[in-house]
């Protein structure tokens, strides 16, 4: 897995190529997550990842939750998972990451692997 790609949850990836949203087009997404319960840790795997870690290792050392596997979550349905989880997960690209991302849960940060169509 290469560098990953961070866009800002919740706006539009203003480096893509694409030229339009493809959000609502994918029914499904592969995801990965970090999830810790401070600001501080999750910020301290942020820049793990910024300096050149692989995702899944960090998550493996950094994550609080139960997913294990570097914070594979699997194939998930915009209805499995939390609201600003969910909006920013399927705004992704394949291979992007998202910006740190608050929820009840936490904060996370979002590793999208693939997508489903719809």
Known sequence: MG????AKAGTKD???SSGGSTLGTCSQVKVRHILCEKHSKIMEALGKIQAGEKFD????A???DAARKGGDLGW???NELVGPF??????????QMSD????????HIILCEGERPG
Do not use: C, M, P
Request: no cysteine.
């Open 3 to 6: 560098k990953q790609k961070v």
């Open 14 to 16: 203003e480096g893509g």
């Open 57 to 60: 290792a960090v998550a493996t």
């Open 62 to 64: 950094y994550s609080e």
């Open 76 to 78: 998930k349905r915009r």
């Open 86 to 95: 969910a909006d920013a997960a399927f705004k992704l690209q394949v291979g």
């Open 100 to 107: 740190v991302i608050k929820t009840q849960f936490g904060y």
